[in-house]
């Protein structure tokens, strides 16, 4: 019972948080976040990804570097070239998941063992009321100082300014790819197509769309012309 609790407040805390932005395009259910490419010319393109202050960097490092793959793909080219921005190229190695917040993830109530009572000297009292008196076997009570109080904490003071607002920020990035028609390209920037597609798509999870959809209607049968006596 304990643990079907913990599960639902878990999920429930999550739900209300807003999540990571994971792989999308830009405007899916009404939304601006996402990612978006544009035709510059027959070679170049702009990818860019945006994403709420949530979203990690590494994600849009992996996104990013993962629609330019796609963008080649799409027009047959076998690698391609960052010539402006960057990424990080290490998200092509390990086993990182980019994107997917799963709220349906179990967690489990683990129960310490309880702390035996030390040999020699017994507490007396509660541990939590008492904890600074003990008695030693043959012996009065005695009286251990409890150690000293540490500084209260002061917190912060803000002072708001009407008129001013900083918002946060948001990793809205976009990099510059040349297409590469030779199969052997190399050099720094370069990417081999297949490459990232294969070390990326496993390790992408694409968002879900909340939208409903709304079922078809069936069509309603034409009336039957009445009989003519």
């Not at 796609?70 to 960057?86: L, S």
């Not at 390990?94 to 489990?108: A, Y």
């Amino acid at each position: 019972m304990l643990k079907l609790f913990v599960t639902v407040a878990a999920a429930a805390l999550l739900a209300g948080c807003a999540s990571p932005t994971s792989y999308r395009a830009a405007g899916t259910d009404g939304k601006a976040f996402g990612y978006t490419s544009s035709k510059l010319s027959d070679q170049v393109y702009r990818v860019q990804f945006m994403g709420n202050n949530r979203t990690p960097y590494r994600w849009v490092d992996a996104f990013l570097l993962f629609r330019g793959a796609e963008v080649a793909q799409d027009v047959g080219a076998p690698a391609f070239k960052i010539i402006e921005g960057k990424v990080d190229a290490t998200v092509l190695s390990g086993e990182d998941i980019f994107g997917g917040v799963d709220l349906n993830t179990e967690l489990t109530v683990v129960a310490a063992s309880r702390r035996s009572a030390p040999e020699g000297d017994v507490v007396v009292g509660s541990a939590n009321r008492d904890a600074s008196m003990h008695r030693t076997a043959g012996a009065m009570p005695v009286f251990r100082m409890p150690p000293p109080a540490l500084p209260k904490y002061q917190p912060p003071v803000y002072i708001y300014t009407p008129g001013y607002y900083v918002a946060p920020v948001l990793p809205d990035r976009s990099i510059l790819i040349e297409l590469r028609t030779a199969p052997d390209a190399e050099g720094d920037g370069v990417f081999k197509t297949v490459d990232v597609l294969q070390k990326l798509t496993p390790r992408i999870k694409r968002a879900v769309p909340t939208t409903p959809t709304t079922p078809a209607t069936p069509a309603t049968p034409p009336a039957a012309p009445a009989a003519t006596l």
